[in-house]
């Protein structure tokens, strides 16, 4: 069973920034995996944010965040991080990070196995 940590969020003015940190506790040996954010605003359904292929991909993002979301990754801690710049009250939503045992991550929600528990973003005036 594969089980990912995820931090960050919070609360921030518009034009602020946040960063999310996702850890999945996939072994060291493993070849790759994709890992995708998520999020699910308020009466909306989950939406892909960005994903990644952990062993040398090139980082997808949504319209919505392209140019101000940013994936990196610290292959030492295992971690990968979701920079938010510039965020607007339209990014408020509980965001999720999750993983894929595969090379293709620009899938749903629901071609992701192993999630996260979430946290909140919240983008205020």
């Known amino acids: 069973q594969v089980q990912v940590e995820e931090s960050g969020g919070g609360s921030v003015q518009a034009g602020g920034s946040l960063v999310l940190s996702c850890t999945p506790s996939l072994s060291t040996s493993y070849n790759g995996y994709c890992v995708g954010w998520f999020r699910r605003a308020p009466g909306k359904e989950r939406e892909r944010v960005a994903s990644?292929?952990?062993?040398?991909?090139?980082?997808s993002y949504a319209a919505s965040v392209k140019g101000r979301f940013t994936i990196s990754q610290d292959n030492a801690k295992n971690t990968l991080y979701l920079q938010m710049n510039s965020l607007t009250p339209e990014d408020t939503a509980f965001y999720y990070c999750?993983?894929?045992?595969?090379?293709?991550?620009?899938?749903?929600?629901?071609?992701?196995?192993?999630w996260g528990q979430g946290t909140q973003v919240t983008v205020s005036l």
């Open positions: 990644v292929y952990t062993m040398g991909g090139i980082p």
């Open positions: 999750a993983a894929r045992l595969a090379a293709d991550c620009v899938v749903g929600d629901r071609d992701y196995k192993y």
